[in-house]
């Protein structure tokens, strides 16, 4: 079931940590581990709750670059005015937009790539890891339930998110030539 409204999540400030509480159907917020799900800065987990939570999320942000990758030259191209100019001269072009210079693409395009991002794929795939983690079906229910709602994925894209995507675009990239270089 998927949170799309932003009445079923609420961000609250409590004692100087950022709350978000999850509510149920009925309407009642629900903010502990046995009812719910809170998350809070510093995290108040025990250890294995909270390795889990960070598996889970490093797992989401691999996929959410993985897919930035994949979208990357079909941005690049569709911004391209020698791309999508139907002339002869045009039509098979060295796009020279599609440069070497991974960090310029990223930079120049990458408002552009997130638009074009489908993040319901991305949690599809994510579901698809989790089922086959070590990770409780239960646990992998919540945090699914915060990851699908609109409002996490808008707080979820803070300048520090950004840059740490752009840093696994490059890796990953970097690792993906390394690897057809090989072969």
């Keep these: 079931m998927a949170c799309s409204s932003s009445q079923d999540f609420?961000?609250?400030?409590?004692?100087?940590?950022?709350?978000?509480?999850?509510n149920n159907e009925m309407g009642k917020e629900e903010n502990n581990m046995t009812e719910g799900v809170e998350f809070s800065s510093p995290p108040q987990l025990d250890i294995s709750t909270s390795a889990s939570v960070m598996m889970m999320r490093s797992y989401f942000d691999f996929l959410y670059a993985k897919a930035l990758c994949e979208v990357k030259t079909m941005t690049v191209r569709k911004n391209c005015y020698g791309c999508q100019t139907n002339h002869p001269s045009q039509k098979e072009h060295d796009c020279l937009m599609i440069c070497?210079?991974?960090?310029?693409?990223?930079?120049?395009?990458?408002?552009?790539?997130?638009?074009?991002?489908?993040e319901n794929a991305i949690i599809r795939s994510w579901e698809e890891m989790m089922a086959i983690s070590n990770i409780t079906p239960e646990m992998v229910f919540l945090h699914k339930r915060v990851i699908e709602s609109k409002d996490f994925l808008a707080i979820m894209k803070t300048d520090q998110w950004k840059a740490k995507m752009k840093k696994m675009v490059l890796t990953i990239t970097q690792i993906e030539d390394r690897l057809f270089r090989c072969n």
């Design 100 to 118: 070497d210079d991974e960090e310029y693409q990223l930079e120049f395009y990458f408002e552009d790539m997130l638009k074009e991002v489908d």
């Design 10 to 22: 609420k961000l609250s400030c409590k004692d100087g940590h950022s709350v978000l509480s999850l």
